[in-house]
């Protein structure tokens, strides 16, 4: 199947793998550029645009969190970023989903699992079926149709499993959301109750006045999560 030319960012600094995911991902039917360290991935992301990001967490000096967490604040919001890692212990899952990863893979890996997860996040980066029109969440309007949650004053930027998840909930708005479904919506394969969680949190710091009480993304406990819009 077809990468159809999607520009992917490579960053490891393990010489080998770094080439054979590469040329794995090259004849998959992507475009793919390669980096070996941290410092030279936000080198080619000043010159270059990347539809998604496969980043190691372990690399010398800044590390992979490091780096996303850095690139939500900076140039690259809403880039979608996998990230690969040997340690895949639930906390250091966390760490990656609070740093702002989109989704993570534990080392060593099958190349076709890896594909399936590329390609699942592209898909969310071009989601499907939005809500019929904007939804009012106190002083920001969230537009589904533009992928977009604009402010007072400015435009507030959302990663990529922000925006899916938030537009999952705008599309049923009031009704109650399994975190089984929230995971499907962000393409994950299993339930990861917790990790469901930590995006929530992460939205809730886009969305709402004061997020440790919410007024528009509430829990359902036992049940999973409705959003309420509204003035």
Avoid: C, W
Avoid at 60 to 85: C, F, H, K, V, Y
Avoid at 204 to 224: S, Y
Wanted: net charge neutral; proline share 8%; no cysteine.
């Amino acid at each position: 199947m077809s990468g159809d030319g999607a520009h992917i960012l490579v960053v490891d600094d393990e010489p080998r793998l770094r080439g054979l995911l590469s040329r794995y991902l090259i004849e998959q039917g992507f475009r793919v550029t390669m980096a070996e360290s941290a410092a030279q991935a936000r080198d080619k992301l000043r010159f270059m645009d990347f539809d998604l990001m496969v980043l190691d967490v372990m690399m010398p000096g800044e590390s992979g969190l490091e780096l996303t967490g850095g690139l939500r604040g900076e140039r690259a919001p809403d880039m979608p970023i996998l990230l690969l890692t040997a340690r895949d212990a639930p906390e250091d899952i966390i760490a990656g989903f609070e740093a702002g990863a989109d989704d993570y893979l534990g080392k060593p890996f099958d190349p076709r699992v890896l594909l399936a997860r590329i390609r699942a996040m592209l898909r969310r980066a071009q989601p499907p079926s939005p809500p019929a029109g904007p939804l009012q969440l106190g002083d920001k309007v969230f537009d589904a149709s533009r992928a977009e949650l604009v402010g007072p004053s400015s435009r507030v930027r959302l990663t990529g499993a922000e925006l899916s998840l938030l537009i999952a909930l705008a599309a049923r708005p009031h009704e109650i959301l399994s975190r089984e479904a929230l995971a499907a919506a962000l393409g994950l394969d299993d339930v990861n109750e917790r990790a469901i969680d930590v995006q929530v949190t992460r939205l809730r710091r886009k969305i709402e006045p004061d997020p440790r009480e919410p007024r528009f993304l509430h829990t359902v406990r036992g049940k999973g999560y409705t959003l309420k819009p509204g003035s």
